[in-house]
Each structure stands twice: as structure tokens, then as C-alpha cells.
């Protein structure tokens, strides 16, 4: 059940994302709950219904669901389960995000939550739960209040396991500190927006 090609959507519109060759759905479904309170055939139902109003991009993270009992990865884990059940899954396009800070005894972090080793093996669990070699779109999930040079090695590295990568809860100060980081590592940036962001293309090719 792929989505319609851009274009020619039912309902959802979609967009190319900056500095890149990937179409997305301009309404981007947020995954939180899927395998805690969603899931099976509700979750399969939902994403059908969306997928076929032309939606194409969904949203993850890493901690996803911890606060639920058994929670922690269930997110990516149904999403990416639902999408092939259903047929949807080459042309999904799947954000999801790492380097989160601790959040008590059901998600323990270091305090170095944004350093190249955390990040890495933050996202060695994603493409684990996603079942992926590949990520479309990994995001920096929170600011550590610290705007520093290593987080480059994450930004430089990320090449090999995520197509694009960008930032999702990040202060001003810390959005300058990176894109000035990425401008410099020659990446390509995109104009300053809120919130989550696109913030470079650091490769070619979709997952696998």
C-alpha cells in the first residue's frame, strides 16, 4: 500500500526536504504510542489510513515509550513491524531521535548524552528496533545546555548510518553553535526555523 507519488496525493500534501532529494508528507505522523497503546490491528488501521490520504513521514525516538511498563523501543520496533504488514514500508520516510538526557530508573543516560559514543550506540539500538542498516532521519532529541566541537565527530560520522540528520529540542544558542559547526565540516545548512530541523545531507541512498 505505497503511498501516491508526489503530486498526485488524496489528501496530505507533500514537500521536498531541504538541501535533499526526500519527499515527505507535509503532515508528519507521530509514533509515541505505537506498541503501548497502539497496537496490531489498530496500529496497521491507523497507519493504512494515513498512508492511503498520501502520508509518508513518520516520527520516533529513541526512548519512546520508557514512561510506559516495557515501553523503551517499543515505538520504532511496531512502527517499522505495521509498515511492512501493511506494505508501506519502502516508502515510509522515518525520523527518529537520540542523545536524550536521563529521565530516572526507567530511561537511564549519562551526562554526556550528546557525545559521539552514546549517539552511536543510540543509534545502533534504532536501526536494531527499525530493523534498517540505514536511517532516513536522525535528530539530536535534546541540548545538553553545552555547545561544543565533539559534537562534530557525530555530525561527520553519521554518514554511514543516516541519510539526513538535524536537531529536534535544541535553544537558539546551541542551533547556532551547530549549523556553525556544520557549516564549517562542509555540510549543508538550512536557514534557521524552529524546532526540529533538517540540518544536513550526509549521504546517499535510502535505508535498507
Known amino acids: 500500500m505505497a503511498a501516491a507519488p508526489p503530486g ?5 500534501q507533500s514537500l521536498i526536504l531541504p538541501h535533499s532529494n526526500v519527499t515527505v508528507s507535509r503532515f508528519c505522523l507521530g509514533a509515541g504510542a ?9 496500529a496497521d488501521r491507523l497507519l493504512a489510513a494515513y498512508v492511503e490520504a498520501g502520508g509518508t513521514f513518520f516520527d520516533t525516538a529513541h526512548c519512546y ?28 520516510v522515518i525520523g527518529t531521535k537520540g542523545g536524550h538526557p536521563d529521565c530516572g530508573p526507567d530511561y ?41 566541537t565533539r559534537r562534530g ?11 539526513l540528520l538535524g536537531h529536534a529540542c535544541f535553544e537558539r544558542r546551541a542551533i547556532a553553535g551547530v549549523c556553525d559547526l556544520v557549516e564549517r565540516r562542509h555540510f549543508i545548512r538550512q536557514r534557521a526555523r524552529p524546532q526540529k530541523r533538517v540540518l544536513a545531507r550526509c549521504g546517499h541512498g535510502r535505508r535498507g
Open 108 to 148: 537511564r543516560r549519562p551526562a554526556d548524552f550528546l557525545s559521539e559514543s552514546v549517539l552511536h550506540s543510540d543509534i545502533e539500538d534504532s536501526l536494531d528496533r527499525l530493523q534498517t542498516s540505514r536511517l532516513d532521519l536522525f535528530y539530536l532529541h535534546r541540548d545538553d545546555g553545552i555547545v561544543e
Open 65 to 92: 515509550a520508557f514512561w510506559v511498563p516495557n515501553g523503551l523501543g517499543a515505538s520504532e520496533r511496531d512502527l517499522a513491524a505495521s509498515l511492512k504488514r501493511i506494505g508501506a514500508w519502502d516508502a515510509a
Open 8 to 12: 498526485q496525493l488524496t489528501g496530505v
Open 34 to 42: 505505537f506498541g503501548t497503546s497502539i497496537t496490531g490491528d489498530k
Open 153 to 163: 565527530s557525530v555530525i561527520g560520522d553519521g554518514g554511514d548510518l543516516a541519510t
